[in-house]
């Protein structure tokens, strides 16, 4: 997804409005009629700019989706940055970048309406598949320097990495489900502190 | 859905059969065109059924599939019940509940291939909610005794429930999403695990 991330910092400013009038305006279709449901025809009625021009932004509403995907991703790492930076214990600092992430995708209420039409389509697998990955990558790296100062136990750090993932996803999903969004933060911290302090009495 | 489950045993053998027929031959679609494309029409060319028979016994795609949730969940109930009974330690239960229940949803493809398209639907929302459910009533009893006799650590047990229902639904998703269904048993272990122990060095 690095692409048209490098490619926007090229283009004139002209055209650089139009890519986030397609791009606003893509999402406000998406969240109303789905992602899938979605044509070039409902994009041009939305935005206004004719398919021809939005087809010469962007080749398919994957590569929309794509850059979408990017763009709130580098938001996170944003908001996260100050917490992964600071001298917080590495467990605290997962925890934040978890919420983070979860208000994030809860005050987008655009992505969570088409989160899970993701799992369907193999294009935007890819993509939810790379949110993953970083998020991953985000949490290994605080795994990796609680194990090293002792903050966290010395286990296999991959299964650690996966678990937190897992948690993550569950609360997301499940939240969704019942129609609790706004609850989710709430949620998490609870479903963080058992896995935290592990199950069994010592 | 305790309904349907009774009225089935006052039926004479021959409806039965025909109820039977239209079950098997609804999942077969369900797993081909998804469930929210399949149509009364198609389900009665894959059962060689009228549509006017088919209704006769389930009103609605709603019913067959609540019908078949509760069958899937008679089974893993069944499936489940001599690990429940067991002498095991309650931690070691827990988790044949969750895997013997993700192993029953691996091997029902056509369970797992409509899984995600549940999320989207008002009435099957409310059928994988019953699910869940089951699955934290479950899960809860086992919580609830391993508090009592000491296995587990005094803390809120509705969270701890949570924790582990999140996990499990976390593990489901993201085997799907990753396409490595076959892994779910393994990844599950690895992560039960991690909660079992927690993650602070003690």
Known sequence: MKGPQQSREDIPAALQDDRMIILQGSLCCFARNGYFNTTFKDIAKETGLS??????????????????????????????????????????????????????????????????????????????????????????????????????????ATHIVEAIVELFEGTLILSRLEGTNNEVERRFLASWEVMVEGLVQK
Do not use: P
Not at 54 to 68: H, M, N, P
Not at 95 to 123: D, M, N
Not at 139 to 150: A, F, L
């Open 51 to 156: 398919q021809q021009s939005i087809g010469s932004i962007f080749a398919s509403k994957d590569e929309i989706l794509a850059e979408y995907l990017q763009m709130c991703d580098d938001e996170i790492v944003e908001q996260i940055k100050e917490e992964t930076e600071s001298d917080a214990d590495v467990l605290e600092r997962i925890r934040s970048i978890c919420v983070t992430t979860l208000i994030y995708l809860g005050t987008h209420s655009e992505l969570t309406a088409i989160w899970v039409e993701f799992y369907k389509h193999h294009v935007a697998r890819v993509v939810l598949k790379k949110f993953f990955g970083l998020l991953r990558s985000r949490i290994s790296e605080q795994i990796v320097e609680g194990m090293e100062n002792g903050v966290i136990r010395k286990a296999n």
